[in-house]
């Protein structure tokens, strides 16, 4: 059975950082490409950013230069470090492995 969930989110103030982490489980994390999304309210789910198998990574403009995803393959674990957050930032974010979706966690961003 497929698991993922994620932890690290809660309330911060703008320009303040916060650290995600997803923890996998039910599939071979190593060989799987792994992903961050997030939805804000009255938006849709976005793409924030990808590691893959081979440790390249992909940010959307809008996070760029600000977030870090990384992985550990050892814990079977995907991390993403933002920084400099703003407002706009505010949103559930979302693991997603080839196989399924965490439930989120929440980020808020205060001004």
């Known amino acids: 059975q497929v698991q993922l969930a994620e932890s690290g989110g809660g309330l911060v103030q703008a320009g303040g950082s916060l650290r995600l982490s997803c923890a996998a489980s039910?599939?071979?994390?190593?060989?799987?490409?792994m992903h961050w999304h997030r939805q804000a309210p009255g938006r849709e789910r976005e793409w924030v950013a990808s590691?893959?198998?081979?440790?390249?990574?992909t940010y959307a403009d809008s996070v760029k230069g600000r977030f870090t995803i990384s992985r550990d393959d050892d814990k079977s674990t995907v991390a993403l470090q933002m920084n400099s957050l703003s407002i706009e930032d505010t949103a559930v974010y979302y693991c997603?492995?080839?196989?399924?979706w965490g439930r989120g966690t929440q980020v808020t961003v205060a001004s």
């Open positions: 590691i893959y198998v081979t440790g390249e990574t």
């Open positions: 997603r492995s080839p196989f399924d």
């Open positions: 039910g599939f071979v994390f190593r060989r799987s490409d």
